[in-house]
């Protein structure tokens, strides 16, 4: 860093401490500042430093790094609203960001409805993050100031809740901070708009371009937090009865027959919210829909911001739910449910005798335990819902990088499939949506409702099939199976390549869509689609999005695209093994087996093409 650019950047970091609206982090700042400041003591010009000067010297250009990743640009806006780590200077997750988001979001709303009464209406939530419940009155106050109706919801509630508000309540818009599944450390903001603002099939959905566009225009005009008017009072803190109303609706979808609901009663549950604010809301759905024998983790059974349990506090993550496996396996469990911290998604984890492994006389996983993957609750979900909704003209909607079988679970109950670009935001718009899910274990089972993936309600509707399977002498793997049966072995996976270097990812995509590879695991590949130009089938077209498509002569196919929230590039990989019709449970596991071994093949040639 030349003298010219310290001097530009120590201006720049001084005058965000003199706007910080929180001490905490301004304090922060200027402690980096100092640092950033100081150097070696007694070190002449062309001398050599010694030990200690060399460590000063050190110090100071680790801070003045810190410093300019703190104040490379403002906290990026996009249609997934705001996420990044907790700290002070423009792009962490602080009050000031916040308050000058929320400034944005007010102007975008007042010139959507400019002339317009009443004013827009506007519910908050949050979670249980560090400083979740600090952004929500800051929030709040923004908004209110500018005279919009702000209605704040009682305490940290899941994100599905606050999605649920903001149609019962008829709001323009919602807000929610939270950082999902994200590291401790981090935090965020999503933003969903519906009321007068968004009328369509979209209403109540988190933005999509162009809004995320125009609300981060309206944000980057705030000039400083000083000049956000604000106030701490006039919102209104809502009571209990939109948490009722949302238990309500979900225990709805149970939908269970006599025996089932004896069954239900039967059926062993373990669940865990990894330290979020699922736990309390899901106990209760379950219990009022009567499943009475649940089991919560206990080291994981209340909010914690630290997740000290938890490396990574996302379901999918190697090792996130073997406490609550591990418990299944104590109690002779049926049946284990995950949610992630802000209980926006679900895994689920059942006995499968034939993932039996040796590892140790009394482990969950000698036992059989395993988690089922997203591709195989969205097939159990989607069927469910297919044969409820035959016959109405329903609609089925998965993302472009889930499995192939909902298709075909649609297609045989008569009913459209609908592909789209990655995103609940994406998924949660289709027209006449009945069900939606995308293979990170992301579901949507009552759109009318929700218009987001709801980690709770899909837990409610899969103990609900547990317990009619159960009260049939079936279980979920068995259910599973009949689909194989009717559709073939649709068995997924990932490889992902993580790169320090953001532009390594753009050039690997490039390389492979300049030089896809002509074969994959020994088979000839016979298309290669640029999603860059948008796709068009027969189910319906994509816009442009980043990756590549390729298909291979047996139908396996992979996925190629760069992710939206980690700096990876993540590949989708899918193979189909067909299933003699009437098959024996046996002829089944085979057909598994071999899926498996060609499945395996294509991630081993797919991680020597990232060049992993």
């Known amino acids: ?258 025996a089932a609901r004896a069954a239900a009663a039967r059926l062993r549950v373990v669940l865990t919210p990894l330290h979020g604010v699922g736990g309390t809301v899901a106990r209760r759905v379950l219990a009022e829909a009567g499943f009475t024998d649940v089991f919560v983790v206990p080291e994981q059974e209340f909010p914690d911001p630290d997740f000290p349990s ?108 609908e592909q789209t670009l990655t995103g609940f935001k994406w998924i949660s718009r289709v027209d006449g949506l009945v069900f939606g899910y995308e293979e990170a274990l992301g579901y949507c089972v009552d759109p009318a409702h929700v218009r987001d993936k709801d980690g709770i309600s899909a837990s409610l509707v899969v103990a609900g099939l547990a317990a009619s399977l159960k009260a049939q002498g079936r279980t979920l793997v068995g259910a599973l199976d009949d689909l194989a049966r009717d559709h073939g072995v649709h068995l997924t996976d990932q490889v992902s390549a993580r790169f320090t270097d953001l532009a390594d990812i753009a050039a690997t995509v490039e390389r492979l869509r300049t030089a896809p590879p002509r074969q994959v695991a020994g088979v000839h590949v016979t298309s290669v689609v640029d999603l860059a130009a948008g796709t068009e089938d027969d189910r319906g077209g994509l816009p442009p999005t980043d990756g590549l498509r390729l298909f291979t002569s047996d139908g396996t196919r992979v996925i190629v695209r760069p992710s939206g929230t980690e700096p990876k590039v993540k590949c989708y990989l899918e193979v189909v093994e067909p299933v003699p019709a009437g098959a024996d449970d046996d002829a089944v596991g085979h057909a598994r087996r071999v899926a498996r071994t060609r499945l395996d093949a294509v991630a081993a040639d797919v991680r020597t093409l990232l060049g992993l």
Request: glycine letters at 10%; one cysteine or more.
């Open 1 to 258: 860093m030349t003298g010219d650019e310290w001097a530009a950047l120590e201006g720049r970091v001084q005058a965000w401490i003199d706007d910080d609206p929180d001490p905490r982090t301004a304090e922060e700042l200027r402690d980096l500042l100092t640092r950033a400041r100081t150097g070696p003591q007694g070190l002449q010009q062309g001398q050599e430093p010694d030990p200690t000067q060399r460590q000063a010297i050190d110090a100071r250009a680790a801070a003045r790094s810190e410093l300019a990743d703190r104040f490379q640009g403002l906290l990026q806006f996009g249609t997934a609203g705001l996420r990044g780590r907790l700290g002070g200077g423009p792009h962490r997750m602080n009050r000031a960001v916040v308050i000058r988001a929320a400034s944005g979001i007010a102007d975008f709303l007042l010139g959507e409805l400019d002339g317009v009464t009443p004013p827009p209406r506007v519910v908050i939530g949050y979670d249980a993050r560090h400083n979740s419940a600090q952004f929500a009155l800051d929030s709040a106050g923004v908004l209110t100031a500018v005279g919009i109706e702000v209605l704040l919801l009682p305490e940290e509630l899941p994100t599905p809740v606050l999605a649920f508000a903001v149609r019962h309540l008829g709001a323009d818009a919602g807000i929610m901070v939270t950082a999902s599944h994200n590291p401790p450390q981090d935090n965020g903001y999503k933003v969903y708009l519906g009321g007068r603002v968004v009328t369509d099939s979209g209403q109540g959905a988190q933005i999509v371009p162009p809004t995320d566009t125009a609300i981060a225009a309206e944000i980057a005009r705030v000039p400083s937090v000083a000049s956000v008017p604000r106030t701490d009072h006039g919102w209104t803190v809502l009571g209990p009865d939109v948490l009722d109303a949302y238990v309500r609706t979900v225990v709805g979808l149970a939908d269970l027959s006599p």
């Open 310 to 417: 938890v490396a990574f506090p996302n379901p999918e993550e190697p090792g996130a739910i073997d406490l609550a496996i591990g418990l299944a396996g104590d109690e002779n469990a049926d049946l284990v449910l995950a949610l992630d911290p802000d209980a926006d998604r679900c895994a689920v984890a059942v006995r499968d005798p034939r993932t039996r492994s040796y590892r140790g006389p009394d482990t969950a996983a000698a036992d059989g335990w395993r988690m089922l993957h997203g591709d195989e609750t969205g097939a159990l979900l989607g069927s469910l819902a297919a044969r409820r909704a035959a016959g109405d003209g329903a609609v089925l909607a998965s993302s472009i990088v889930s499995s192939r079988l909902l298709g075909e679970i649609a297609t045989s109950a008569g009913l459209r499939h």
